[in-house]
């Protein structure tokens, strides 16, 4: 069965950090590239960061420097580490494999908003 949870969205202010976590089925996770995308309100979905199955890792322009997304395969998790966020960063957060297309199955995702 394809389950895919995001969670460890929430409020923060400019400047601050949120981990996010994906826990992902098996049949989803193994031997796939994984990503985090976000769609902010009025806008396309969007890849913010992959990985790759042998770690290799890619980051959208806007995030680069800023945040970290890791895997645990043991576990069959995704993570993003955000740093320094920026109210451009609110949106709704989604992890899925690399590529991903709009009719894959989706998560609920986890809405982080960035405002003061």
């Known amino acids: 069965q394809v389950q895919l949870v995001e969670s460890g969205g929430g409020l923060v202010q400019p400047g601050g950090s949120l981990r996010l976590s994906c826990a992902a089925s098996?049949?989803?996770?193994?031997?796939?590239?994984m990503a985090w995308y976000r769609q902010a309100p009025g806008k396309q979905r969007e890849l913010v960061a992959s990985?790759?199955?042998?770690?290799?890792?890619r980051y959208a322009e806007s995030v680069k420097g800023r945040f970290t997304i890791s895997r645990d395969n043991a576990k069959n998790t995704v993570y993003l580490q955000m740093n320094n966020l920026k109210p451009e960063d609110t949106a709704v957060y989604y992890c899925?494999?690399?590529?991903?297309?709009?009719?894959?199955?989706w998560g609920q995702g986890t809405q982080v908003t960035v405002s003061s």
């Open positions: 899925n494999k690399d590529p991903s297309w709009p009719q894959d199955y």
């Open positions: 098996r049949i989803v996770f193994t031997n796939n590239n």
């Open positions: 990985i790759l199955v042998i770690g290799m890792t």
